[in-house]
């Protein structure tokens, strides 16, 4: 048998070390990035907590933005959904909808943290219809367009109701 030259073995033992300080190092990596990981998780908890707390403290001023859109006194009721979303540009949105009806007439609030107003609502076209103000248009633009938005009958006479046009 041969013996191993002292320089193969030198070049094995450099290899072998320099593979076990990589796996060491990675090692140490891979544990900071989960304590990293772990204190971003919590930060953005603690920020969905003030979120959510926000959101309750402007629900009240949310359902007063949109009954004063309601020249017609449409709302009976408004339900807040109880997810609250923070999206990328920081702002708090809350979801909901009115009269218990999530499928026809929902809107979306959007919040400033701690600017104490509502920085802006969209909603359903179903609800937009029922906030506009038909004063600015002659009666054949809004029948055209009645007719032409509920073309069944009792959509229509529905949406008269709710617009206070029909009792």
């Known amino acids: 048998m041969k013996k191993p030259m002292p320089s193969k073995l030198l070049a094995f033992a450099i290899v072998l070390l320099i593979v076990m300080i990589s796996s060491i190092f990675e090692i140490v990596k891979t544990s900071d990035t989960s304590v990293d990981k772990k ?79 509502v920085d802006g609502i969209s909603y359903s076209q179903d609800v937009s219809d029922r906030f506009r103000d038909w004063s600015e248009y002659s009666k054949e633009v809004k029948d055209k367009y009645i007719k032409t938005a509920y073309p069944d009958k009792k959509e229509r006479e529905q949406y008269l109701r709710d617009i206070g046009e029909l009792k």
């Open 39 to 117: 204190y971003i998780t919590n930060k953005e908890k603690s920020e969905q907590v003030k979120a959510e707390a926000y959101v309750e403290e402007m629900k009240p001023k949310i359902e007063e933005e949109l009954r004063k859109e309601d020249i017609h006194h449409f709302i009976k009721a408004v339900t807040f959904e109880d997810k609250v979303n923070i999206n990328p540009m920081g702002r708090i949105v809350v979801n909901g909808y009115i009269n218990d009806n999530p499928d026809k007439f929902d809107f979306s609030a959007a919040l400033i943290y701690e600017s104490n107003k």
